[in-house]
């Protein structure tokens, strides 16, 4: 579940205007540039309306006029855009191997993608959350030192997430009950702003959803291998009853395979998990002691797939089979149109995707077309990208910035 720690203000969510403002700033999302005509006759708002709302949104710098005119019968008129100058929402991600930070403005562009190697579960969680803070203090630096105005903050993590932003457990980090949303607010001195704690998988579906080849897709999933899975459902994120659904890491999918952290056998995630896939490809990885980056062993395994070495060729086949039947009972249960391949089974797509597409042909039930599995073009960023994004969502409801 989504938590906001919100700093206390009205919220005026019964009010028409909060609405229609939301409305005008999504049809300029999806459609700009466009005229005051264009949003009155798109949003079924009067002229009037929309005149008195675009005044207010320029005002708070949610939008601008681009001095662009559309030639049309009659008067020119002035083209806006969302503008993305004054404000940004930040999104991190603690990864079991990375800390990972990204902005976006409100115009969707990216401010900013940093990624720092961190051993999580070597480091526990105190110390997590100093470097997490040392980062985002940075990225809030680079951001305000440019003119602009956080909005919010939203971190993603490989784990379920209760309302008060806690995560109850997170093996990938070794986490047990750490407070994040308290810990990282106090870390920051109370920064001013939103900050949310949100799994990691629905936050890299939101990024799909919003930015991804695929935007807009109203049924969509998002696997990385990790124990959650993202799910767009009739266009909404499925959270389930206590905000826990998606996790999929240890559907059993080979009742002899190898032992999976859970304790039993031949879980997804023991087969085509990040640590799992380095393990079995690479054997000498782990030789000088455990792997504490996963990014440059990924790219030895691109590396030698693309020299055609045997072994790994081989090894990447049989995890797209093995990866292609989670994939089967993905599909037979939430009938997607679209499954995407985010983290390391993105890098890896080139090798696995034949062999996931063959295995969904083969053994799903629902009738053709079957649902496209194409890798994420977000990269390993995805989930960070989703929190910045999703630290935008009060404004984006049509909520003014404070500022
Ligand atoms: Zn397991």
């Known amino acids: ?46 002229k009037a309306t929309v005149s008195s709302l675009v005044g207010e949104l320029i005002e708070h710098g949610l939008l601008r006029e681009t001095g662009l005119t559309e030639n049309r019968v009659g008067r020119p008129a002035t083209m806006l855009v969302l503008d993305g100058s004054r404000y940004a929402g930040l999104g991190l991600r603690i990864g079991a191997d990375e800390l990972v930070v990204v902005a976006v403005d409100l115009a969707g ?93 629905n936050l890299a579906v939101s990024a799909e959803l919003r930015h991804g080849p695929y935007a807009g897709t109203a049924d969509l999933v998002h696997l990385t291998g990790g124990p959650t899975v993202g799910v767009v459902s009739g266009g909404r994120l499925l959270r389930g009853g206590r905000g826990f659904a998606g996790e999929i890491g240890h559907l059993p999918v080979l009742p002899d395979g190898p032992a999976c952290g859970c304790g039993r056998r031949g879980c997804l995630a023991a087969l085509v998990g990040v640590d799992a896939v380095v393990r079995r490809l690479l054997p000498d990885a782990a030789q000088d002691g455990p792997v504490t980056d996963h990014l440059p062993e990924i790219e030895r395994i691109q590396a030698l797939a693309r020299a055609g070495d045997d072994p790994v060729r081989t ?89």
């Open 109 to 201: 562009e990216r401010v900013l993608t940093w990624r720092r190697a961190f051993a999580t579960a070597t480091a526990g969680p105190d110390e997590t959350v100093a470097a997490l803070a040392a980062l985002a203090r940075r990225a809030i630096n680079r951001v305000t030192g440019a003119g602009r105005t956080v909005l919010g903050l939203t971190v993603g993590v490989p784990g379920p997430v209760d309302g008060d932003g806690v995560v109850p457990a997170a093996p990938a980090l070794g986490w047990r009950n750490v407070p994040l949303a308290a810990a990282l607010r106090r870390a920051l001195r109370d920064p001013g702003f939103p900050i949310g704690v949100d799994t990691d998988a």
């Open 315 to 403: 090894g990447l086949t049989e995890v797209g089979r093995q990866l292609g039947r989670a994939v089967c009972v993905l599909v037979d249960l939430l009938d997607p149109e679209v499954v995407v391949l985010g983290g390391h089974l993105a890098a890896l797509a080139p090798w696995l995707l034949p062999a996931v597409r063959a295995e969904l042909a083969d053994r799903t039930l629902t009738p053709p077309p079957v649902a496209q599995v194409e890798a994420s073009t977000l990269g390993s960023e995805a989930s960070a990208l989703g929190g910045a994004t999703a630290a935008l969502a009060t404004v984006e409801a049509g909520h003014l910035p404070a500022a």
């Open 1 to 46: 579940m989504i938590s906001i720690d919100r700093p206390s203000r009205t919220a005026d969510l019964g009010d028409v205007r909060v609405a229609n403002r939301a409305a005008v700033l999504r049809h300029l999302r999806l459609h700009a540039p466009c005229s005051r005509a264009d949003v009155a006759a798109r949003t079924g708002l009067n």
